[in-house]
């Protein structure tokens, strides 16, 4: 057997040209580019749990030495808790803390669920267009066929649309959007982990900085 009869152009463009246009009508643009930037976002290194954690230590070492009061926000490029120091320092307040964490991880859990809504949508129908391919293929067939040619082109034809139709589903579509579901399951651990572990930290000084905002009784 040749494996360069498996490589085929004309069945490649009806499989996989059919299911990219048919993930954007079903989907929608902006939902298809999203899921791009979100594979994007999952291919590269990602969230570095050991660098955040570094410093949000820094930034606890400081308010324990200056206080809530006085401290600074320390920002190192991430979004969610470069706006959870400033939420902490500003509102004194775990609850604050916990809210921010929140709204950041709804956003996130929302923008991967798109992500991978996409892709699960192309693993469903790269095999319908695979079995598209496999009709159309079949319906070039008829009496008038010169003998002979209808195995070394037709059939063929048929064949590896429909192989390709499932390799694209359970071996690109179906695969990414898992993928991209355990990255994101596992940032959300770790960010987790983080905030609960920065609320512990700075407990005692959302207190001591709640009493010294109590006004003093007469």
């Given amino acids: 057997m ?5 490589i085929d152009l004309p069945s490649a463009a009806i499989v996989f040209g059919g299911t990219i246009v048919g993930t954007i009508l079903r989907c929608g643009v902006w939902a298809s580019f999203a899921t791009l930037r979100g594979l ?5 290194s990602g969230f570095d749990a050991e660098r955040a954690r570094s410093e949000l230590a820094v930034q606890v070492q400081q308010i324990r030495r200056d206080g ?4 600074e926000p320390r920002h190192f490029g991430d979004p969610e808790f470069d706006d959870v120091a400033d939420v902490l320092i500003g509102r004194r307040s775990i609850g ?10 709804e956003m996130r859990i929302a923008r991967n669920q798109v992500a991978v809504t996409t ?3 192309a693993a469903e129908l790269a095999p319908v267009f695979g079995l598209a391919g496999t009709l159309i293929a079949l319906s070039r067939i008829s009496d008038t066929t010169v003998p002979g040619t209808m195995l ?3 059939i063929p034809m048929a064949i590896v649309t429909t192989f390709y139709g499932l390799m694209a589903a359970h071996l690109i579509f179906a695969p990414v959007a898992r993928f991209i579901e355990r990255k994101a399951s596992k940032e959300e651990a770790e960010r987790q982990k983080l905030v609960d572990w920065l609320a512990g930290e700075i407990a005692g000084e959302t207190a001591r900085a709640s009493r010294s905002r109590e006004p003093i009784a007469a």
């Fill in 40 to 44: 994007g976002a999952s291919l590269r």
């Fill in 152 to 154: 070394s082109s037709n």
């Fill in 2 to 6: 040749s494996y360069l009869n498996l």
């Fill in 119 to 121: 892709f699960n949508q």
């Fill in 68 to 71: 809530l009061l006085r401290a």
């Fill in 96 to 105: 604050a803390l916990l809210e921010k964490h929140k709204a950041h991880k």
